[in-house]
């Protein structure tokens, strides 16, 4: 087979790039190794940024986003037993955020793909990467027993943290840069209506924990955890117990409780691989960075990734110019320190550490009291949280 851009990986990084493309007119190919229902099972998270809106509307996949999503122009911070909020409108001159969750930007992409009768092939092992420093490279796999091969001018990695992609750039070229944290995010997924029509996310002297929402009737729920707590030792019933002991009064009076669809522990992380170029193969999304849930960054950093390379290969395509592609890592690793600083200060800002002393919750309150009552504080929130506009930082201002 021959196509032009060979995209590894069928989560929402590769499923946006494909459908961007093949608008543009540019053929693509994408391998995935798990089924589309194992891909669709994949629960993460909810929150997307205007970048990540704008180029759903680009690809044309965004009639039931917005029929269905949830405009958010705030959310609340919970510490010291009470509630304030962040109005994100009023400190970034309008911006907003939507909760859609990514298992239906993931749907929605898949469908648009199906009903355009464009190639993606599900359950292709053994994914090889060959030839990437080089103007031929190939891509073969392995599906229902026969051996194929993918003849392509470019690899789009998109295949996440522990795919192929990453894992074939020579060591000698490649960095990676890691902090693991000593505690995951023990989610609940329940079909009861959201504790609050924006989500709370909260410091507790219990530990952190977020209220969050897929729909008015779709709630998400977090948890932190030790990583020794295993998900079978936490029964609904004692998710939901804890859960009102780290909340308000008003929020934990409100709660519906109920039987949970899905439940599960993620271990939080902060990773950056450096660059996101290897000859003709590109990283994007989780093959190339990871952050921690809390901020919302991961989906729309990946989109950010997309974004970056649909330009750059469209430039080649069009105008038969490099420069686009040349760039992409470097403005692509620019928005992700960005985002991975935010991340990890919002981390250590909302959890408990195990490590930590009483004087640590002592400036931890100081420091969201601070924040919490200065326009400036609260703008630092608002701008880091919609996302600073893709631009930021090329010439030191905001525009």
Not at 67 to 87: I, P, S, W
Not at 294 to 308: H, I, P, R, S
């Amino acid at each position: 087979m021959r196509t032009q851009v060979a995209i590894i990986g069928a989560g929402p990084s590769g499923l946006l790039l494909g459908q961007l493309l093949a608008k543009a007119g540019i053929d693509a190919i994408i391998l995935e190794r798990q089924t589309p229902d194992y891909v669709l099972g994949r629960i993460r998270a909810g929150v997307l940024e205007q970048v990540c809106i704008d180029l759903m509307e680009e690809a044309g996949v965004s009639q039931r986003m917005h029929a269905e999503g949830l405009v958010h122009e705030g959310f609340d911070m919970l510490y010291q037993g009470q509630r304030k909020r962040v109005d994100l409108s009023k400190w970034t001159g309008g911006k907003k955020v939507m909760v859609y969750g990514q298992t239906e930007v993931t749907r929605d992409l898949m469908d648009a793909r199906a009903a355009a009768g464009l190639t993606t092939v599900y359950e292709a092992v053994n994914v090889q990467v060959h030839d990437f420093d080089s103007k031929n490279p190939r891509v073969t796999y392995e599906k229902d027993g026969q051996s194929h091969e993918i003849q392509c001018d470019f690899i789009a990695g998109c295949d996440g943290f522990h795919g192929v992609c990453r894992a074939s750039a020579p060591r000698n070229a490649i960095k990676e840069f890691e902090k693991v944290y000593p505690f995951g995010w023990l989610g609940l997924l329940s079909d009861t209506p959201p504790v609050h029509h924006e989500l709370i996310y909260v410091n507790s002297p219990r530990g952190f924990a977020l209220c969050s929402q897929r729909s008015q009737t779709r709630s998400r729920y977090y948890l932190q955890v030790p990583l020794t707590d295993k998900i079978d030792e936490w029964t609904d019933e004692a998710f939901w117990q804890e859960l009102k002991l780290r909340l308000d009064p008003e929020a934990a009076a409100n709660l519906v409780t109920g039987p949970s669809i899905e439940k599960s522990i993620a271990p939080l992380r902060s990773f950056v691989t450096e660059p996101l170029r290897f000859g003709r193969m590109f990283l994007a999304g989780d093959a190339g960075h990871i952050v921690p849930p809390t901020g919302a960054k991961g989906l729309n950093l990946a989109a950010t990734d997309v974004k970056y390379l649909f330009d750059g290969l469209v430039e080649y395509y069009k105008d038969g110019s490099e420069a686009g592609i040349d760039r992409y890592s470097e403005l692509a690793l620019a928005r992700i320190w960005r985002a991975e600083r935010f991340s990890w200060w919002f981390t250590q800002l909302m959890h408990r550490f195990p490590e930590d002393s009483e004087i640590s919750s002592k400036f931890q309150n100081a420091e969201l009291d601070y924040l919490m009552n200065s326009e400036s504080g609260l703008r630092t929130i608002a701008e880091n949280y919609v996302g600073l506009p893709l631009d930021f930082g090329r010439n030191g201002l905001l525009k």
